[in-house]
């Protein structure tokens, strides 16, 4: 996937994220649950594209400072894998 692909599908996801977002201001407890497992996989999908991008960042420059630690990134959602 391009990089110029990967930001796209971001903005998709985001924009998806919003409309959840309003759709929850006047959900049932049902909708509710449903619209936040729906946006969890969003953030999950959006943290993997920007994993990625950072990998692409880092093969393109691998001189970089920000290279110099090999420890695998923390996960910041309590539901990532």
Known sequence: MTRQSKFLW????LEHMQSCHEQWETADERRE???AETMRRD???I???CDSLQDD???SNPSAPHNTNTAPRPRLYRWAA
């Open 10 to 13: 971001m903005r998709d996801l």
């Open 33 to 35: 649950r449903l619209l």
């Open 43 to 45: 953030l999950e999908e």
């Open 47 to 49: 943290r993997r594209l």
């Open 57 to 59: 960042v880092d093969r």
